[in-house]
């Protein structure tokens, strides 16, 4: 597995964020994620982009992190807020997730940030066991998803 930083705005970053927006549109019965993303957000030393490719050279997961600080969405000085954690279904089980939360985690942690956020939801039971298993722990919802019922949010320290 190759990990690599790429730009938010990347191809295979549109193509593999097109599959995710689709699952979530599945999941959640809606249009997807409407999170309000640029590429600006993901460029370092403010955040990061990464995609997995296999050996075959084909994007497989995609996961970044991006700066926040304390802000009316319920954020605090020194976050770093994971976005667009996702791995191609027929590449699940792999833990290449759990990879592409280490490189993460590590990277925020190297730009100065104190802890890591993020927002999932009641439709995704198997993220939910990715981030309890690696140290995430309930916290206060933030975000723009912080006043739906179905918005987890979950933070981990750095």
Known sequence: MDIRPVPFDHPDARKLNDEVQAEYAARYGDGGDE???EASHF???NGLYLIAYDEGGVPVATGGWRAQESNEENY????AELKRMFVIEQMRGR???RRMLAALEE???AAGRVRMVLETGT???EAVALYLSSGYEPCEK???YRFHE???CYAKAL
């Open 76 to 79: 605090r000085d020194g976050d």
């Open 142 to 144: 933030f975000g723009y």
């Open 123 to 125: 439709e995704q039971p």
């Open 35 to 37: 999170t309000y993303l």
């Open 95 to 97: 833990g290449i997730a």
């Open 107 to 109: 990277d925020a942690r």
């Open 150 to 152: 179905s918005s987890l």
């Open 43 to 45: 460029a370092p030393p």
